[in-house]
């Protein structure tokens, strides 16, 4: 049996600039900012994409914004087995999440889907603390850092990993819950701790990698792709800056504090705004040419998608034919083993549309030319 559990208000504060979700302060900030969470549509992009091989299955879930919504918009029947009060009203708390699952757990459920972010995964743990035999869990990406290798690649994998699941043909593998103090990640410290583990269908390609730390020693390399960047800048181009150990370099080179784990907008170097919101990239984009600079996520290989839901298949459209510069260490691109670099803005036909390959500045006067993939074309 599957079991389904949808953290409302996840990933909220990604398109909002506020590099998090967590608290109810964060979550009004981030919808006063015209931010919304997708958590709900990306439940049913992983559900139809189950109910296109198994159309007669049964899910069980929680009511309404926490898993019966988006089962019965996938054209599934919803068995529910949990009603707290506050789903109707999306205002879920955590540990409506850890009961979600815990009575899934208790009702048979042997894969249970979790959409949300670190700290939805985070509470789905707590709540299996202690089952026996505990069910295997699958993440369905829809928060914002998304560090714990407990998620398929994209809504779409999930489903299918769901549906491979329900023939019967899936190995698990034990994976690390991993959460960072949102508070002090916004104070600069991202210090990922753990938090428990999860059994967790397994397919290369399909379920996400661990994030590998950058070490000390690649210090020099990041300084040097760093500086690569620095001077290929052009004047008048206003420049998204987003989240990373290598763009926190290219800001401490040109003398700018960078916000931790925001999008920051620079032109002829200086700061025009820092951590800006999705609509607020939109309006610069308007005002004059403009790119975004990403770097690669160490162990996972995403380029967007994870931490940078500000730069959106809408900002990645305005930005035109050339919109990413990309920077990072040869290391990192050595890590990977040749798997292509991840694309998942949500919009398919953008993530497409990146696809391919992309040149990748990795020193001072060095580049890579290396492959980019939609997650639903990872080989």
């Known amino acids: 049996m ?22 109810a302060e964060v979550q009004r900030l981030a919808v006063s900012r015209g931010a919304h969470s997708r958590a709900q549509a990306r439940a049913t992009i992983a559900l139809r994409v189950l109910a296109a091989r198994h159309p007669a299955l049964v899910i069980a879930t929680t009511c309404g914004a926490m898993g019966a919504d988006a089962v019965r918009a996938a054209g599934l029947e919803a068995w529910v087995v949990y009603d707290p009060a506050s789903a109707v009203q999306s205002t879920t708390t955590a540990s409506d999440t850890s009961a979600a699952v815990a009575a899934l757990a208790e009702a048979g459920a042997t894969l249970i889907l979790v959409a949300g972010g670190d700290g939805t995964l985070r509470d789905a743990a707590a709540g299996l603390a202690g089952t026996a035999p505990q069910p295997a869990v699958l993440g369905i990406p829809s928060g914002v850092k998304m560090y714990s290798p407990v998620f398929a690649v994209s809504p779409r994998a999930a489903g299918s990993l769901a ?17 960072i103090d949102e508070a002090a990640m916004r104070r600069a410290r991202v210090d990922p701790q753990l938090f428990g583990m ?40 206003r420049y998204l800056l987003g989240p990373g150990g290598t763009t926190a370099e290219i800001a401490r080179q040109l003398g700018i504090e960078k916000s931790p784990l925001g999008v920051d907008v620079l032109l002829d170097g ?18 004059g040419p403009a790119q975004a600079v990403v770097t690669v996520i160490g162990g996972q290989g995403f380029l967007l998608g994870r931490g940078n839901q500000q730069l959106s298949a809408a900002v990645i459209s305005a930005l035109g ?40 500045i990795t020193g001072t006067a060095t580049t890579s030319l290396y492959p980019v993939a939609a997650p639903d074309l990872v080989p």
């Open 163 to 179: 549906a491979d699941w329900v023939d019967g043909g899936l190995p698990l593998t034990d994976r690390e819950v991993l959460d």
């Open 270 to 287: 200086r700061q025009l705004l820092r951590s800006a919101s999705e609509e607020q990239l939109l309006d610069e984009i308007g005002r």
């Open 2 to 23: 599957i079991g389904l559990v949808v953290n409302p208000v996840a990933g909220v504060g990604g398109p909002a600039g506020l590099a998090g979700s967590d608290g």
């Open 321 to 360: 034919d050339d919109p990413l510069m990309v920077v990072a260490p040869e290391q990192k691109l050595i890590d990977l083993s040749g798997r292509a670099l991840i694309v998942e803005t949500g919009d398919p036909a953008v993530d497409e549309r990146l696809s391919g390959h992309i040149r990748i």
């Open 198 to 237: 999860l059994r967790v269908p397994f397919r290369v390609g399909r379920t996400q990698a661990r994030k590998a730390a950058t070490p000390a020693s690649e210090a020099a390399a990041v300084a040097y792709a760093a500086r690569g960047a620095v001077s290929r800048m052009r004047p008048g181009v």
